[in-house]
T-cell receptor, first 119, second 116 residues
Framework: QKEVEQDPGPLSVPEGAIVSLNCTYS??????FMWYRQYSRKGPELLMY????GNKEDGRFTAQVDKSSKYISLFIRDSQPSDSATYLC???????????????????FGQGTILTVHP | KAGVTQTPRYLIKTRGQQVTLSCSPI?????VSWYQQTPGQGLQFLFE???????NKGNFPGRFSGRQFSNSRSEMNVSTLELGDSALYLC???????????????FGSGTQLSVL
């Protein structure tokens, strides 16, 4: 069983719809949770970042974390065709190095959900 | 501010060869991480470097190695290439500080490696 499970979709929605993307995880050490968006032939781009249970909102995007259920979600309101991409959840414990600051360089990613928003 | 730069963008090699990929982090970023992305396995962590030292390592064979230079630029090397090494190799950089701050990991566009 993978540490992070994400429904790969694909997911197809009409423009203006509310999109819900989800990941579950099994490693209780994960403290930092991120959502990345990846367009074709590009590297992942960070959308949302949170380290606590609850909701975090940024424009049309809301990230939700429920550590008790080991479940995270990303909601996209008023979806646009430009939102069509692969969405990846990622998570990490945080390591602190006395000599070298902090690091969560080792992210564990979900498989990614392919989202298409059609006009 | 320039983003993470990876070269080359595309690479074609044959089995048994070796390859070196290059990554220039965002100016001021001292941590560089490498990831492998394939359709079957998704994104998998290879290793992380900070101040020329490897401080995190994923579960990849010893054929995969890397290094970081004093200017934070990094290279990764894959020796004795196998067909299964065909993938998008992504480099990511971050600023690390103490105490913990709101760090973010920024990715380059990757090097697409095809092994024939």
């Amino acid at each position: 069983q993978k540490e992070v499970e994400q429904d790969p979709g694909p997911l197809s929605v009409p423009e203006g719809a509310i999109v819900s993307l989800n990941c579950t995880y099994s490693n209780s050490a994960f403290q930092y949770f991120m959502w990345y968006r990846q367009y074709s032939r590009k590297g992942p781009e960070l959308l949302m970042y949170t380290y606590s249970s609850g909701n975090k909102e940024d424009g049309r995007f809301t990230a939700q974390v429920d550590k008790s259920s080991k479940y995270i979600s990303l909601f996209i309101r008023d979806s646009q065709p430009s939102d069509s991409a692969t969405y990846l959840c990622a998570m990490s414990p945080l390591k602190v190095f006395n000599a070298g600051g902090t690091s969560y360089g080792k992210l564990t990613f979900g498989q990614g959900t392919i989202l298409t928003v059609h006009p | 501010k320039a983003g993470v730069t990876q070269t080359p963008r595309y690479l074609i090699k044959t089995r048994g060869q070796q390859v070196t990929l290059s990554c220039s982090p965002i100016s001021g970023h001292r941590s560089v991480s490498w990831y492998q992305q394939t359709p079957g396995q998704g994104l998998q962590f290879l290793f992380e470097y900070f101040s020329e030292t490897q401080r995190n390592k994923g579960n990849f064979p010893g054929r995969f190695s890397g290094r970081q230079f004093s200017n934070s630029r990094s290279e990764m090397n894959v020796s004795t290439l196998e067909l299964g090494d065909s993938a998008l190799y992504l480099c990511a950089s971050s600023w690390t500080g103490y105490p913990p701050t709101n760090e973010k990991l920024f990715f380059g566009s990757g090097t697409q490696l095809s092994v024939l």
